[in-house]
């Protein structure tokens, strides 16, 4: 077995939380934490606070139309850009992406969400990876697809209106949105910014599951 290229120094157990406090409940849960950690010198930490902001995990899914040579994309105002000044718009191009509902697993949620958000039935799906958006502070794991789809027919105005949804379905040549990303046309959520570069490598090297 070949060694790993890297192990943490400590695991949970070289952390003691004296304090774990619920001091928001909304979309988001924020606990108050009062805790110590292990230093990679040995010695304890001094006693910090921190905020630790809880959310479902989520799952994206990279809508791709082979036959087509399109990409299925979603356009929506984002709460987090608003105080972004007026350099960016609020309103973001991203991939389909969604929080898992409890007892669904990742791929059960971009199934369910490419169809709410997009009207798209996916044919396979290829996994891309995980990772954490923000670990210095969000519990949130996203789940990384790329699945295949039809794109057509597919733009109009979407959304769950019980969720207030209210997305617009674009359908783009994935040259023209691979060129754009490439001269930094537009910003994008780190999902869609690592879809697209996982897509443009992989075309080049023609991976297997876009050759089909």
């Known amino acids: 077995m070949t060694a790993p290229v890297w192990v943490p120094t400590w695991s949970h157990q070289d952390v003691e939380i004296k304090e774990d406090n619920l001091v928001y409940k909304g979309f988001y849960k924020v606990q108050k934490l009062q805790l110590r950690h292990q230093c990679f010198s040995g010695q304890w930490s001094p006693w910090l606070v921190r905020e630790q902001v809880h959310?479902?995990?989520a799952a994206a899914v990279l809508l791709i139309d082979l036959k087509q040579q399109k990409l299925v994309m979603v356009e929506q105002c984002r709460i987090g850009m608003i105080s972004s000044g007026h350099e960016h718009s609020p309103w973001v191009l991203e991939i389909v992406a969604g929080l898992?509902?409890?007892?669904?697993?990742?791929?059960?949620?971009?199934?369910?969400?490419a169809l709410e958000e997009a009207n798209c039935?996916?044919?396979?799906?290829?996994?891309?990876?995980?990772?954490?958006?923000?670990p210095g502070g969000f519990a949130e794991k996203t789940t990384l697809y790329c699945g295949i789809t039809s794109a057509i027919g597919k733009e109009g105005i979407r959304g769950v209106g019980s969720e207030h949804e209210d997305i617009r379905v674009?359908?783009?040549d994935i040259?023209?949105?691979?060129?754009a990303f490439d001269q930094r046309?537009?910003?994008?959520s780190a999902s869609t910014y690592i879809?697209?570069?996982w897509l443009a490598l992989n075309l080049q090297n023609r991976h297997p599951f876009l050759m089909k």
């Open 195 to 197: 879809a697209l570069q």
């Open 55 to 57: 959310h479902s995990n």
């Open 175 to 179: 040259e023209k949105v691979l060129h």
């Open 100 to 113: 898992i509902d409890p007892g669904e697993s990742p791929e059960e949620t971009v199934l369910r969400e």
């Open 185 to 188: 046309v537009f910003h994008l």
């Open 121 to 134: 039935e996916i044919e396979a799906l290829h996994t891309i990876g995980e990772f954490y958006n923000s």
């Open 170 to 172: 674009h359908v783009l």
